[in-house]
C-alpha cells in the first residue's frame, strides 16, 4: 500500500496520483495509482456498513470467548491469537489472562486440598482507527497501468484524462445490450466472425451517434425542443427514442406512384433538424 506522502496533486480536482514502475509477465509498466476524494466519500459509506455489520458479529464473538473458561493459562494464551485473528476494523484492547478458583465438587474443601484455576480472557473490543482510515483510502484508489515506457509520450494526467473520458464512450455502447439489438442471440464460432460482427456494430454506432449529434446541434442551433419519452422539452433527445417514434412510417409504391405513409405533422417537425440528405429518404425537399 503506497503512503499518503507519495501522492501528489493532480491538474484535475479532487484527484491525487502516484507513479511507480512494474512489470507483469515480463513487460515492464508504468502503473498510475489515482486516489479520488469522490470515491472515497462513497467508499467511505460502504467502509462504515461494513464496519456496522462486522462490529455487531465481533462482539458475539467476543463475549463468548470471555465466557469460556480453560484449564491451563496456555489454553487461554493460545485461544487470544485466535479471536484476533481476522481483525480488520477492530482491535482488542487490555487484553489479559485471568485467573479464577475452581473447586469441582460443592461442600467445604478437603483439609489439605490443593485449589484448582481456570482461565480466562478479557479484554475490550474496540474500533481501530488507523486500519478504518486506510480502508477508506483504499476505497477511493484504482490503478490505471500502461506498457508505454516513455513517460512523455503518456504523462499520467492523459492517462488519467482519457480513463474519466471513457463514460462518454460507454454510453453510446449501452445500447448494444438492449434485446432488440439481439447482439445475445448471435453464435459466432470462429474470431474473424466476432473481428465482423464488432466492425458492424462500431459503424452502427458510429452512424447512430453522428445523427443523434446532428439532431442535438440542430435543436441548439434553433434553440427548439422536441418532447421526450415523458412529454418533457428537450434538446438532447436519444436518437432511439426518434427511431421508435418513426417506427410507424413507411415508404409505400404502387406502380409508378412512390409515397410515404404515415409522416405526420409531428415527425416533419423533428425532421427539420436533420440535414438534406436524411429528409430525401421521405421525399422530402
Same mark, same amino acid.
Given at each position: 500500500?503506497?503512503? #499518503?506522502?507519495?501522492?501528489?496533486? !493532480?491538474?484535475?480536482?479532487?484527484?491525487?496520483?502516484?507513479?511507480?514502475?512494474?512489470? !507483469? *509477465? *515480463?513487460?515492464?509498466?508504468?502503473?498510475?495509482?489515482?486516489? !479520488?476524494?469522490?470515491?472515497?466519500?462513497?467508499?467511505?459509506?460502504?467502509?462504515?456498513?461494513?464496519?456496522?455489520?462486522?462490529?455487531?458479529?465481533?462482539?458475539?464473538?467476543?463475549?463468548?470467548?470471555?465466557?469460556?473458561?480453560?484449564?491451563?493459562?496456555? =489454553?487461554?494464551?493460545?485461544?487470544?491469537?485466535?479471536?484476533?485473528?481476522?481483525?480488520?476494523?477492530?482491535?482488542?484492547?487490555?487484553?489479559?489472562?485471568?485467573?479464577?478458583?475452581?473447586?469441582?465438587?460443592?461442600?467445604?474443601?478437603?483439609?489439605?486440598?490443593?485449589?484448582?484455576?481456570?482461565?480466562?480472557?478479557?479484554?475490550?473490543?474496540?474500533?481501530?482507527?488507523?486500519?478504518?482510515?486506510?480502508?477508506?483510502?483504499?476505497?477511493?484508489?484504482? /490503478?490505471? #497501468?500502461?506498457?508505454?515506457? =516513455?513517460?512523455?509520450?503518456?504523462?499520467?494526467?492523459?492517462?488519467?484524462?482519457?480513463? /474519466?473520458?471513457?463514460?462518454?464512450?460507454?454510453?453510446?455502447?449501452?445500447?448494444?445490450?438492449?434485446?432488440?439489438?439481439?447482439?445475445?442471440?448471435?453464435?459466432?464460432?470462429?474470431?474473424?466472425?466476432? #473481428? #465482423?460482427?464488432?466492425?458492424?456494430?462500431?459503424?452502427?454506432?458510429?452512424?447512430?451517434?453522428?445523427?443523434?449529434?446532428?439532431?442535438?446541434?440542430?435543436?441548439?442551433?434553433?434553440?427548439?425542443?422536441?418532447?421526450?419519452?415523458?412529454?418533457?422539452?428537450?434538446?438532447?433527445?436519444?436518437?432511439?427514442?426518434?427511431?421508435?417514434?418513426?417506427?410507424?412510417?413507411?415508404?409505400?409504391?404502387?406502380?409508378?406512384?412512390?409515397?410515404?405513409?404515415?409522416?405526420?405533422?409531428?415527425?416533419?417537425?423533428?425532421?427539420?433538424?436533420? !440535414?438534406?440528405?436524411?429528409?430525401?429518404?421521405?421525399?422530402?425537399?
Amino acid at each position: 500500500t503506497l503512503p #499518503a506522502a507519495a501522492f501528489h496533486g !493532480s491538474e484535475r480536482e479532487g484527484y491525487r496520483s502516484a507513479e511507480v514502475s512494474s512489470r !507483469s *509477465g *515480463g513487460v515492464p509498466q508504468r502503473w498510475v495509482v489515482v486516489e !479520488s476524494e469522490e470515491r472515497a466519500e462513497r467508499g467511505g459509506a460502504q467502509v462504515a456498513q461494513r464496519i456496522t455489520r462486522e462490529a455487531a458479529h465481533r462482539r458475539k464473538t467476543w463475549r463468548q470467548v470471555e465466557r469460556r473458561r480453560f484449564h491451563g493459562e496456555k =489454553d487461554a494464551r493460545a485461544a487470544f491469537p485466535r479471536c484476533a485473528q481476522g481483525l480488520r476494523s477492530h482491535q482488542v484492547a487490555a487484553a489479559q489472562i485471568t485467573t479464577e478458583t475452581y473447586r469441582p465438587r460443592r461442600g467445604r474443601p478437603r483439609q489439605g486440598e490443593a485449589p484448582q484455576y481456570r482461565y480466562r480472557v478479557t479484554g475490550t473490543l474496540l474500533r481501530d482507527e488507523a486500519a478504518i482510515a486506510r480502508h477508506t483510502r483504499r476505497t477511493g484508489r484504482f /490503478l490505471l #497501468a500502461t506498457n508505454v515506457g =516513455d513517460a512523455a509520450a503518456l504523462p499520467p494526467e492523459v492517462r488519467l484524462a482519457t480513463y /474519466l473520458g471513457q463514460p462518454v464512450v460507454e454510453r453510446g455502447f449501452h445500447c448494444l445490450k438492449d434485446p432488440r439489438f439481439f447482439t445475445a442471440r448471435v453464435f459466432l464460432k470462429t474470431p474473424a466472425r466476432v #473481428a #465482423a460482427l464488432a466492425l458492424v456494430m462500431g459503424r452502427c454506432l458510429l452512424v447512430y451517434r453522428l445523427g443523434e449529434r446532428e439532431l442535438r446541434h440542430g435543436l441548439a442551433a434553433q434553440d427548439a425542443h422536441l418532447p421526450d419519452q415523458q412529454g418533457q422539452p428537450t434538446q438532447r433527445p436519444t436518437l432511439r427514442w426518434i427511431f421508435q417514434l418513426f417506427q410507424a412510417v413507411h415508404l409505400v409504391i404502387v406502380g409508378a406512384v412512390r409515397f410515404v405513409h404515415g409522416l405526420t405533422d409531428e415527425r416533419r417537425y423533428v425532421l427539420r433538424f436533420f !440535414s438534406p440528405e436524411c429528409r430525401r429518404y421521405y421525399l422530402l425537399t
